[in-house]
């Protein structure tokens, strides 16, 4: 066994009362020797890695045998880490011997790496190695099934500063729609099912205020099922059955409140798309984790109450790589394309409100005959440390005999940069990007996590005959979150609106809460 230096490896504290620790670690005779925040010479190991921040989780007793894994992505702020290990884990050792390192070599030249550190197969919770954090009551783990409990609660208060005439008469008076609100409230249970290739779970119910875009009624108080799935291990892929997201849009899959924006996503994503659909997806990386793949059929028939024939069956597909990845993955380029086929049973429409939620529908293009619509996107994202710019253009071809196939298409730019130095982390099997989570919070000193964001977008819903209205809107504003559970934003939003042959404009200032549950 060689003696082996390992740097900059996060420690977290399990209390929450002080915050982490970066620091190194010396494995000499199986056994740990040294975790100290102090730099430890290479000539003190045969062999010396770097964890680039990387999140130990395991036993870190000086003398006993070693054994732990690093990640490296924080498992406080993605659920999805503590569920599977095995896509997000680099460096694994157990009783003193190393089964997985993907790490890169300090001592030597980057191309001479150990190619033989492969064999790690380790469950998707890394709970039983040793982990265990008894103030965690949300968790539970037994031999068949392991879960988590998480939640969140969003309050927003909505200030209208000022409308013109002209979009009075396109979306009503919008100061019916100022005052404090419960944006909403959603609650589940993730987990896995514990075979010999454990299978995982999601489970999540909330209010109808988080849907946006495809809904039936105006009564956000109904609580309803957001997700229930079941992902099964095939191969090296992953095939999921249930109520999940379409494979389509980095926006649409990544978690609202986990956007630069984190308010609302822009008005494109949630006026052409939905928010979830019942269906199977398969999904998987290539080419060493640079690039993704993932398609899906859809059909929500069992919601709907109706037949499979008499509602829209939906094939998605998405591909992503990284074109350009700096050896510390600080810096990187993602790019990806997909598309959406709909046999348009039952009719299309596509509407959404300002990108304000306490507001009214802005854009509509009302029930259009079609016999089917393509949707393809376009993303773009370039992350470079606490800074990331990141773009999306959709657009959707119907086809409809009645309107002379019309077309409707929408796009945005976003810019963010995190004033306290945060890195927004990236995932690779979903190929989003996470939350950024809080080095110091104000419970140890610090100021938590600061940043600012601007965007631009547009939507066009008019085309052929069908006028549902052209829309931008411009936003700026600014993201803290002093602890990891609590979130304060307050964002400034002003749109114009062409519609109706007339051209409008309001603007509004939205404050918001976040209460996470971890």
Do not use: C
Not at 11 to 37: M, P
Not at 82 to 108: C, E, P
Not at 249 to 274: C, F, K, N
Not at 380 to 407: C, H
């Amino acid at each position: 066994m060689q003696n082996i230096l390992i740097r900059n490896v996060t420690v977290i504290d399990q209390t929450g009362k002080t915050e982490d620790e970066v620091v190194s670690i010396l494995i000499r005779d199986k056994k740990l020797k040294l975790v100290s925040r102090d730099k430890i010479e290479l000539k003190e190991a045969d062999i010396a890695f770097d964890a680039k921040g990387g999140f130990v989780l395991g036993r870190l007793e000086l003398g006993s045998l070693a054994g732990f894994i690093i990640l490296d992505q924080d498992p406080r702020t993605n659920v999805d880490v503590m569920l599977d290990t095995r896509t997000y884990g680099v460096f694994a050792v157990s009783k003193g011997v190393v089964v997985l390192n993907k790490l890169v070599r300090i001592d030597v030249d980057p191309s001479e790496q150990i190619r033989n550190w492969q064999s790690y197969s380790p469950p998707p919770v890394a709970l039983p190695l040793s982990y265990q954090n008894k103030r965690k009551w949300n968790v539970f783990r037994t031999k068949p099934i392991t879960g988590v409990f998480g939640g969140a609660l969003i309050l927003d208060n909505t200030r209208w500063l000022s409308q013109d005439n002209s979009n009075e008469n396109q979306v009503g008076d919008l100061d019916d729609f100022d005052g404090g609100s419960v944006r909403g409230f959603r609650a589940g249970l993730g987990g896995t099912f514990n075979f010999k290739k454990p299978w995982t779970y999601l489970f999540s119910f909330g209010t109808k205020a988080f849907e946006r875009g495809f809904w039936q009624e105006d009564n956000v108080d109904e609580f309803i099922l957001y997700d229930y799935r079941v992902s099964i291990p095939v191969g090296k892929a992953t095939l999921s059955l249930g109520k999940t997201k379409e494979t389509i849009s980095i926006s649409r899959l990544s978690a609202m409140i986990y956007e630069p924006s984190q308010q609302e996503r822009a008005s494109v994503a949630d006026g052409l798309l939905p928010a979830r659909n019942i269906g199977v997806v398969v999904n998987n990386t290539i080419a060493k984790e640079r690039m993704t793949w993932s398609a899906g059929v859809f059909n929500n028939w069992i919601e709907e109450g109706r037949s499979i024939s008499d509602n829209p069956t939906i094939v998605t597909g998405r591909i992503t790589g990284l074109p350009f990845m700096s050896e510390d993955e600080s810096n990187l380029l993602h790019l990806g394309i997909a598309g959406r086929y709909s046999n348009a049973a039952g009719g299309i429409r596509y509407q959404t409100k300002t990108e304000i939620f306490n507001g009214p529908v802005a854009v509509d293009t009302e029930q259009i005959d079609a016999e089917s619509s393509f949707h393809y996107g376009l993303e773009m994202a370039w992350r470079k440390g606490p800074f990331i710019l990141m773009g999306e253009y959709i657009q959707s071809n119907v086809n409809s005999t009645t309107f002379n196939d019309p077309s409707f298409k929408g796009y945005y730019v976003v810019a963010s940069y995190v004033l306290t130095g945060e890195m927004r982390g990236y995932n690779k099997r979903s190929a989003t990007f996470d939350r950024v989570g809080v080095a110091k919070g104000v419970n140890s000193g610090g100021w938590g996590e600061l940043d600012v964001y601007s965007r631009w977008s547009s939507i066009d819903l008019t085309d052929n005959g069908i006028d549902g209205g052209e829309m931008n809107t411009f936003s700026v504003g600014v993201n803290w979150s002093p602890v990891s559970a609590i979130q304060v934003n307050v964002n400034y939003r002003y749109s114009t609106l062409d519609r109706f042959e007339q051209q409008g404009s309001n603007h509004g200032i939205v404050t918001r809460l976040v209460f996470i549950l971890e």
